[in-house]
């Protein structure tokens, strides 16, 4: 039962450095400022940045809009090995929506750069959700094995 418990403890914690790798991928690419998520997608020919094509946009939120909702999908659902609880309907109404709006936003800044904020604020409220889903997650597997050693 010990290595189901490391197993177990370890993959939480690997989730949760992707997490904040995640988040740090983020900030470097768009930045927690209106004007630098705004520029990232329309572009500024005084800095070289280069504006986003619809094309652009699909090619990377495609894959995206699939891998975030299976792995929001994969998490969620281990949620039913423990007591189902209400809040767990919350944190997932709250993940898919904020996660929605995440990915479809740079399509919005595109017509309307007043949306940078829509995904700025998207993004702290899915990685906040997804954050404490996880380690929520990591705590009530790690008490249901401490109870059966």
């Known amino acids: 039962m010990k290595a189901v418990f490391l197993i177990s403890f370890f993959a939480g914690l690997m989730f949760i450095l992707e997490l904040f790798t995640g988040a740090y991928l983020f900030f470097e690419k768009y930045g927690f400022s209106v004007e630098k998520t705004a ?40 949620f039913y090995f423990f007591k189902i609880r209400v809040w767990f309907f919350f944190v997932s109404f709250f993940l898919f929506i904020f996660g929605f709006l995440n990915i479809i936003s740079p399509f919005l800044i595109m017509y309307d750069t007043r949306f940078s904020l829509l995904k700025i604020l998207s993004f702290i409220g899915f990685f906040s959700f997804f954050t404490f889903a996880v380690i929520t997650l990591i705590f009530l597997t790690v008490n249901k094995l401490r109870e059966k050693c």
């Not at 940045?49 to 998490?75: D, N, Q, Y």
Request: charged share 10%.
């Open 39 to 78: 520029e990232y997608i329309i572009g500024n020919p005084e800095k070289f940045i280069p504006a986003k094509s619809i094309h652009g946009l699909l090619e990377l939120h495609f894959p995206h809009f699939f891998a975030v909702f299976i792995s929001i999908f994969v998490v969620l659902h281990l």
